[in-house]
């Protein structure tokens, strides 16, 4: 090759390479996601996409700029990864404090702006900023059975804490069913599972006309069993009848992950 072959090859690769890097700056500053988010995110992709076979709808059943208050059941570690597919945008996820204590997971957790939450009891703090977040047009995932179903019933009782916020920061709630999410016991058992999921969401359920009565405990109630009947029924299975969990919930704003 001669030296202005050289010379042409150059400018080039060198225009290309600028194209390039002017197309990822772009792109990250289109990006919802701050540059550390982009990069797990898209090792999320590479998982539920490739390893688990993610069926996902394109995208959530409400608009970019809406909050709202997203309640799944939970049978794995890793079934926000598959809620996430279809979010465009962060999912603030209420989980156990205690998770983010551990190196690496704390430092997931906080990377994807997770809510630390107490388990059981009044837990302001937690509910507070997921509400603020709700209500400012953010979305909001709870899994109201509190921890990962690992029986053979189809939902473990709930907690109502996913309605008292939904309330207060007047947004709807979403229901989401997740199937054939992988789990053996361990959180960490899902990245060596391989698995065939599918995950289907619901209507928007609008519950502006209870809004005031957050103190309603009947009310919260009995709201709380429609959004897990919802949930049954996008699972096909109309004939569950779900149950509560104990008294210990009000205020603590949904479940953690556990």
């Known amino acids: 090759m001669s030296g202005t072959q050289n010379v042409a090859a150059g400018v080039v690769l060198t225009l290309l390479a600028a194209t390039l890097v002017v197309w990822l700056v772009r792109a990250v500053r289109r990006s919802p996601y701050t540059p550390r988010q982009s990069l ?15 069926r996902v709808p394109a995208r959530l059943p409400i608009p970019l700029g809406q909050g ?14 598959f809620i996430q597919l279809a979010a465009h945008r962060v999912v603030y996820w209420m989980v156990a404090r205690e ?27 937690a509910t507070l ?29 709930a907690r109502p ?8 920061a007047r947004v709807p709630i979403v229901p989401c069913y997740i199937d054939g999410a992988p789990y ?6 899902p990245f060596f599972l391989p ?14 006309a209870h809004q005031g009565r957050e103190r309603d405990e009947q009310l919260l109630r009995e709201l ?27 205020g603590e704003g949904g479940s953690g992950e556990g």
């Open 40 to 54: 797990v995110y898209a090792g999320n992709v590479l998982l539920t996409r490739v390893l688990w076979r993610a």
């Open 161 to 168: 804490g996913a309605v008292l916020i939904a309330l207060r």
């Open 195 to 208: 698995a065939r999921v599918r995950v289907v969401f619901g209507q928007p359920i609008d519950l502006s």
């Open 68 to 81: 709202a208050v997203l309640v799944a059941n939970h049978r794995s570690s890793v079934d926000p990864f």
């Open 224 to 250: 709380t069993l429609d959004v897990m009947r919802q949930i049954a029924h996008l699972a096909g299975r109309d004939d569950f009848q779900p149950r509560l969990a104990g008294r210990r919930w009000l």
């Open 184 to 189: 053996a016991g361990t959180y960490w058992s």
């Open 129 to 157: 900023t997921a509400i603020r977040l709700a209500a400012s047009g953010e979305v909001l995932g709870v899994l109201p059975e509190g921890r990962i179903n690992t029986t053979d019933e189809l939902l473990l009782p």
């Open 99 to 125: 998770y983010f204590a551990h190196w690496a997971l704390g430092w997931f957790l906080r990377t994807t702006e997770a809510i630390p939450t107490r388990r059981t009891g009044l837990d302001t703090a």
